[in-house]
């Protein structure tokens, strides 16, 4: 059980990475992660996830840093 | 000419199902029947009408009363019809003074032990011992009615919702053999034997003590006024029928709701619903008194904050105050600030419209359904494997399968008359193979025969269904064929190079799920070598950290052992609510249009932005836990809930109760206070299945009309109630029908292209999709290739086992998993007001003797359960059903808070929340916790807050 939204959802994207850590690569998990948080997550989500790989404190599994940066990344490219 | 099957005719067998045709003459005329058909039944079909008391074509012939007596040229004796087949060429005669005058001295000996309170019987008129007693001429009795008889037997009325009667039993035993054929639950004999016989429920015992289960199968069938609904003793007789669908659970049973003038009198299970042939449960069939309970809102009303009693105010101003109040604060805090819920309780039209409402009206995607915390991974699972969020199958296909598989699913209390088709199936020679922490009933169905418990711990699911298809693969059991020409080959031998790891072996999961290497083995092959087997799962399945991977990994069995696409196969979800199919399919989820149409795909985007004359969102929205989280963060501050409870069916409740108390605006739509609209600043009447039109999409796809039979109560159906709110918000809508609605579906839905309300008149009912390429509709879904990729063939997903992170331990040593019980629905908003409640008036903690010997927990005792999450009370029932380390309960009654206690664990790939396991640890108390002496209050000020705006508004007036 996690308590902060921000812990939620960093907590929700290494979940993510876990459960797909047999799609092949890092990268190729990072893939998997990447697309899911595009299809599904919200903006709002989104943002956050941004901010936690920022400045947060809180830890990432390797493939969902990978994908974290890539959605960060076009992020700011939308902005 | 064959006449046309008429539904509301007893054609006294039932239907053979051969296709070979045997012509025959009875009193002359020439008839042709299938082979096996019995001579009552052709004679039926032609119109002529062979008088019968112990048959009736929901049942198979019995043969004991002999009334139906003909003869036939050639044979002694007057053999009876029902249970005499056809044969070519067969001379029968019907009438002649022999078979008259037998048949008068049948009747005479029936009569002489009935009590001749006709004029004043509840059945008057609608008694088949009365029919047939006119039909064969009855004019004297001679026998008298002095002597021995049952005129003096007792009733009993033990049933709330029916009565037996002896003292007019005619002993047909059609009762006995509506419980144990159609029912399946064998709880009424016949008890004694000749003139002494008479019908018995269990050790004859009371109804209401026996294992009867209350379906009502026995009340149908019974010819006279024996077994009579209490309903029809108190109303008499009904005088006209409306065809209309339950909207309790994800079956759709189609029903008569039989009336008189606007009351319902009773509510008949229609013979022709293709989803349940005439039969039902106790929700559907009687627990209707909701409807007209007195605790209905019945006005719409507001008030400023949640401390403040309700104002009793008019449609408009209701609907004025919450459209101001959303626009003010899109004004002040952005457009995404608000959002919806749309239910799956309500129809696809409602649904539809709330969704357009909050899409095209609010601008955003923030639009959500209970779906996210039931079957959300089925839509997701079961998209990536096969292509489609729904199931594949019809219910009747479960009568192909020569094995069945059930995961996490309980289907003789959630979802029961499937439980009794599949009951049905089993005791034809069908094996199971339950794999559930709990042994559920389907486990002790009278009959069984070859039967497996997988008794797996809680969370572990993947680790099991892994394991299975591991077998599968090592062994040799492999459909290779069907792997070859159906499914993606490089995702397979992906899939393939996983699945044959050690990893997976039962022996190497054994220590993880705790059952034996062996069960699974031979439960494999089981599975493996059966002709054609079938999947059902439900909640057990998905409501876990790991519910979406589960249900890959079902999709990954049914594929590699090449069970998909014909009868008696497939993949099965049993849907919990009503609805929820529906739901799902009308785009109420935040990433998806109607028909499963990503946001982001700009092609189905473009079709609604065209049809709706907005530009749409690309992004999804927030997602029901989102809300809580963004509402908690002061950045979501309003919502508009349509028919759903959050606030008693979401986990963890202090959090979604904080969240809740945080929103500046609440508008809920309900047809009673529920847990939600004690948070809510607008409450707007909502109006029950009976007031509405529309239609209820069921866990085969089939999309059933639900009809209205009475007017709604505070004068709008739900769906008008949603127009009046987007006009007020200045997005114009104008509906004048619900079937208005549906051309729309139809027209944005590919799946959808061909449903009207005019085909569904036609055919009763249209299992989507049913589009140009299925005309008809899709009764068996990827017959021929999966809609996935541009190859159609199915993908196998690689299913990692990931346990979850609620785990016992020396605090909590237990694991706590929740579930359903056959009397109540859900939140129980419905079923606790009706008399179900005679079976289930709280929710109580079902523990193992074990576990309660170690803590001196006995039956009965108050028991503190706490969590991670909360803390909460409930009676404890100590039982064997249960493994030693897991506890069970419901969570129909808002009072007991079972979900202060579930947590914020959720599935990986949609959050769907992790009911089925919470760590916890019970010990005895003696009062309430906290939480509930604050719901208790709570509860108490708000029937006040509720109780002041009608005596003021009474006062005013
Ligand atoms: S109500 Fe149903 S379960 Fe009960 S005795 Fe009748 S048929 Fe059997
Ligand atoms: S209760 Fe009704 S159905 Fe049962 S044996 Fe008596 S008359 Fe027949
Ligand atoms: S099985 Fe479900 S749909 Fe059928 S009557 Fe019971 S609750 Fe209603
Ligand atoms: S109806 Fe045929 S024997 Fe009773």
């Known amino acids: 059980m996690f308590h902060t939204e921000e812990e939620s959802i960093v907590t929700m994207i290494n979940h993510i990475a876990q459960n797909n850590v047999s799609a092949g690569t890092e990268s190729d998990v990072a893939d998997m992660v990447e697309s899911h948080i595009t299809k599904f997550w919200s903006r709002r989500m989104k943002k956050i996830l941004a901010e936690q790989l920022a400045t947060g404190t809180e830890e990432f599994e390797p493939a969902a840093k990978v994908a974290a940066q890539r959605i960060s990344d076009k992020l700011a490219a939308k902005a | 000419m064959l006449q046309h099957f008429d539904p509301n005719k007893d054609y006294g067998t039932p239907a053979s199902l051969s296709e070979k045709l045997v012509t025959l003459e009875i009193d002359g005329v020439e008839v042709t029947v299938p082979e096996g058909t019995s001579v009552m039944r052709a004679a039926a079909m032609y119109d002529i009408n062979i008088p019968k008391l112990c048959a009736t074509d929901s049942l198979e012939a019995f043969g004991s009363c002999r009334i139906c007596a003909v003869q036939i040229e050639g044979r002694r004796g007057t053999p009876a019809s029902c249970t005499t087949p056809v044969d070519a060429g067969m001379k029968v005669t019907t009438q002649n003074d022999k078979l008259a005058k037998l048949r008068r001295n049948i009747m005479e000996l029936y009569i002489s032990d009935h009590p001749l309170d006709c004029l004043t019987c509840p059945a008057n008129g609608d008694c088949e011992l009365q029919d047939m007693a006119g039909a064969v001429g009855l004019r004297e009795v001679r026998y008298g009615f002095e002597g021995n008889n049952h005129l003096n037997a007792e009733k009993d009325q033990s049933n709330p919702y029916f009565t037996f009667d002896a003292s007019k039993c005619i002993v047909c035993s059609r009762c006995v053999r509506a419980c144990s054929e159609v029912q399946g639950t064998f709880a009424l004999t016949i008890d004694g034997r000749g003139f002494d016989s008479k019908v018995a429920a269990g050790q004859n015992e009371p109804f209401l003590d026996s294992e009867c289960v ?220 339950v794999t559930d922490p709990r042994e559920i009933d389907l486990l002790n169905t009278p009959h069984l025969g070859d039967a497996t418990h997988l008794p797996l711990r809680p969370g572990t699911n993947v680790a099991m269904v892994n394991a299975l298809a591991h077998v599968v693969v090592t062994e040799g059991y492999e459909d290779k064929e069907f792997i070859a020409s159906r499914c993606d080959t490089k995702a397979y031998a992906k899939w393939r190079e996983f699945i044959i790891d050690e990893r997976h072996a039962p022996e190497a999961v054994e220590a993880i799920t705790g059952v034996s290497a062996e069960k699974v083995r031979e439960a494999a092959r089981k599975f493996a070598t059966a002709k054609n087997a079938s999947i059902y799962y439900g909640l057990g399945v998905t409501e876990h950290s790991q519910g979406s991977t589960t249900v890959m990994g079902i999709a990954n069995l049914a594929l590699a052992t090449g069970n998909i696409g014909r009868e008696g196969v497939g993949v099965n979800p049993l849907r919990g609510q009503n609805n929820v199919q529906g739901s799902c399919d009308m785009g109420s989820f935040p990433h998806e249009l109607p028909g499963y149409q990503h946001v982001a795909d700009s092609v189905a985007r473009a079709r609604f932005e065209k049809a709706w004359g907005v530009e749409l969102d690309d992004e999804p929205g927030l997602r029901i836990p989102n809300m809580f989280d963004a509402a908690l963060a002061g950045e979501f501050r309003a919502m508009y809930v349509q028919g759903e409870d959050i606030a008693q069916s979401d986990p963890n409740t202090q959090h979604v109760e904080a969240a809740l108390s945080a929103l500046d605006c609440l ?189 001196g927990i006995k039956t009965g005792d108050w028991l503190g359960i706490s969590s991670r999450a909360g803390q909460t009370v409930l009676r404890a029932k100590v039982s064997e059903r249960m493994q030693p380390g897991v506890v069970y309960t419901t969570f129909h009654h808002p009072g007991s808070g079972a979900n202060v206690i579930t947590t914020n664990n959720s599935d990986w790939a949609t959050n769907c929340p992790e009911y089925k396991v919470t760590a916890v640890q019970v010990e005895k108390v003696s009062q309430p916790s906290e939480w509930q002496k604050n719901f208790q209050d709570n509860h108490e000020r708000q029937y006040e807050f509720l109780r002041g705006s009608a005596s003021a508004n009474s006062a005013v007036k």
């Open chain 2, 214 to 433: 209350s379906c009502g199968a026995c009340v149908q069938a019974c010819p006279t006024a024996t077994l009579m609904e209490n309903s029809v003793i108190d109303m008499g007789t009904p005088e006209h029928s409306v065809t209309t669908t339950c909207a309790y659970c994800g079956v759709g049973c189609s029903f008569k709701a039989e009336m008189k003038g606007d009351k319902l009198v009773r509510m008949v299970p229609a013979k022709e619903g293709d989803a349940n042939h005439g039969h039902s449960c106790v929700k559907g069939r009687f627990a209707f008194g909701y409807a007209t309970h007195k605790d209905r809102i019945k006005a719409p009303m507001i008030r400023d904050s949640i401390d403040q009693p309700w104002q009793e105010v008019s449609w408009e101003e209701a609907i004025g105050f919450a459209a101001k109040r959303l626009k003010d604060i899109q004004a002040q805090y952005g457009r995404e600030s608000i959002g919806g819920i749309t239910s799956s309780r309500c129809t696809n039209e409602e649904t539809y419209l709330v969704q357009k409402l909050i899409r095209a009206a609010f601008g955003n995607n923030n639009t959500d359904t209970c779906a996210r915390v039931c079957h959300s991974p089925t839509g997701y699972g079961l998209k990536q494997t096969l292509g489609e969020s729904a199931g594949t199958q019809t219910f009747d296909s479960v009568m192909h399968s020569d094995c069945i598989l059930v995961i996490g699913a309980n289907p003789t209390d959630a979802h029961p008359v499937f439980g009794s088709l599949m009951r049905r199936r089993l005791r034809e020679g069908a094996s199971l193979i």
């Open chain 2, 667 to 855: 508008i809920v739509q309900d047809i009673f206070l529920n847990e939600t609209a004690k948070y809510a600043h607008v409450l707007l009447p909502g109006s029950t299945f009976l007031e509405k039109n529309g239609t209820f999409t069921n866990a085969e796809r089939r999309i059933n009309r639900v009809r209205k039979v009475m007017a709604p109560v505070a004068g709008k159906e739900d769906w008008e109630v949603t127009v009046d709110l987007a006009n007020a918000l200045g997005y114009p809508m104008s509906y004048s029908h619900p079937s208005e609605i549906m051309d729309e579906i139809a027209s944005l839905t590919p799946s959808f292209a061909n449903v009207s309300y005019e085909r569904l008149e036609e055919h009763g009912s249209l299992q989507w999709p049913c589009n140009d390429a299925f005309p008809m509709g899709s009764p068996i879904m990827h017959t021929e290739s999966f809609p996935i990729g541009d190859e159609g063939k199915a993908k196998f997903a690689v299913t990692e086992f990931v346990p979850t992170t609620e785990r016992a331990n020396s605090r909590f040593p237990l694991l706590l998993t929740t579930g359903r019980i056959l009397s109540q629905y859900n939140v129980g908003a419905q079923t606790r007001r009706t008399d179900n409640q005679a079976w289930h008036d709280e929710d109580i903690l079902e523990l193992h003797p074990h576990d309660a010997e170690e803590r």
